[in-house]
């Protein structure tokens, strides 16, 4: 089942790069809306060893015909080497959500 409407997770290193990057998509009209979670604490495998920090995470509505435009601008304004940017379906969503979501996205 192909699903139309996901939401990207992204961990970001403080909640100014996050606003940035939000920011960003909105303007070119690629999200419909994000939220910023301003503190989660992360912990992960890097460069051979454990390591652990603080991060936000930002949430961001959009359609799955987008995730590639909008991953590589991701890409370009994020400070990590690798950000986490990851999707997940939105296997059900009102009518009326997503009906807001479509007039609010300009596809590419």
Known sequence: MQYS???IMVSCS???EAEAIL???????W????????EVHSSYHWRGGL?????CLLLLK???????VIEKDIRALHSYDV??????????????????IDEEIIEK
């Open 23 to 29: 920011h960003h998509l909105l303007k070119q009209r």
């Open 5 to 7: 409407y996901i939401q």
């Open 31 to 38: 999200v419909a809306c994000g939220q910023i979670l301003p």
């Open 83 to 100: 950000p986490e940017i990851v999707a997940v379906p939105l296997v059900a969503i009102s009518s009326n959500y997503q009906k807001w």
């Open 14 to 16: 403080h909640s100014a």
């Open 51 to 55: 390591d652990s920090s603080k991060e």
């Open 62 to 68: 959009t359609k799955m015909t987008l995730f590639d």
